[in-house]
């Protein structure tokens, strides 16, 4: 089993930056990707970046130059978030794939952007 808690969300104003922290427990050496995904109001799930184990990322289009994901060798995962948008309000997810490719979620953490 794997547990993730997700830190540092919070209210920006349009323009400026967060950084979120993921913090992995448990079976950490079992972790494969990475990634972290976010539900805005009204909208269904989405992924934001991912990584995986030889680092390599991957990025939605909407974030691409502004957000950066990057993980240590606990395990933990950070996306730098810069040049917030307002469409970037929503809830973050942190997520983990295990060599087996299952899922473990965190409970998330409330990103709001305002104007």
């Known amino acids: 089993q794997v547990r993730l808690v997700e830190s540092g969300g919070g209210l920006v104003q349009a323009g400026g930056s967060l950084r979120l922290s993921c913090a992995a427990s448990?079976?950490?050496?079992?972790?494969?990707?990475m990634g972290w995904y976010r539900q805005g109001p009204g909208k269904e799930r989405e992924l934001v970046a991912r990584?995986?184990?030889?680092?390599?990322t991957n990025y939605a289009d909407s974030v691409k130059g502004r957000f950066t994901i990057s993980r240590d060798n606990a395990k933990n995962t950070y996306l730098q978030m810069n040049s917030l948008k307002l469409d970037d309000t929503g809830v973050y997810y942190c997520?983990?794939?295990?060599?087996?490719?299952?899922?473990?979620w965190g409970q998330g953490t409330q990103v709001t952007v305002s104007s």
């Open positions: 997520r983990a794939l295990d060599i087996l490719w299952r899922p473990y």
């Open positions: 448990g079976s950490i050496d079992s972790i494969n990707t």
């Open positions: 990584i995986n184990s030889e680092g390599s």
